[in-house]
């Protein structure tokens, strides 16, 4: 029953920033990851940020100092704060969750996905 809807995206300019939504729904009561991806244009998916349900977050190494995951558990929304922006993370923002039972939250293969929001860095 989870569900996640993104938005957010747009267009930056080059060290400007921008913030990404989701909102999420049916999240369980048991461990979970919510995470954010990403895929540019003719590369593969992959791990940006993601936290689990203590609120550990883990970062990929080219975002980190850069970037900020964080979950409002009032409004269940979850946040990417993308600061410094380099044309390099230009791609489609992907949220998604997954239930957790241990390990890496950015290794998971998660099947709850929100439908994209595009990032465009120039």
């Known amino acids: 029953h989870v569900q996640l809807v993104e938005s957010g995206g747009g267009s930056a300019q080059a060290g400007g920033s921008l913030t990404l939504s989701c909102a999420v729904s049916?999240?369980?009561?048991?461990?979970?990851?919510l995470g954010w991806f990403r895929q540019a244009a003719g590369k593969e998916r992959e791990g940006v940020a993601a936290?689990?349900?203590?609120?550990?977050?883990s970062y990929a190494d080219s975002v980190k100092g850069r970037f900020t995951i964080s979950l409002d558990n009032a409004k269940k929304i979850l946040f990417l704060q993308m600061n410094s922006l380099k044309p390099e993370d230009t791609a489609m923002y992907y949220c998604?969750?997954?239930?957790?039972?241990?390990?890496?939250?950015?290794?998971?293969?998660?099947?709850?996905w929100g439908q994209g929001t595009q990032v465009t860095v120039s």
């Open positions: 049916g999240l369980p009561h048991s461990s979970y990851c």
């Open positions: 998604a969750g997954v239930r957790r039972f241990g390990g890496d939250c950015l290794a998971y293969d998660y099947n709850y």
């Open positions: 936290l689990d349900r203590d609120g550990t977050t």
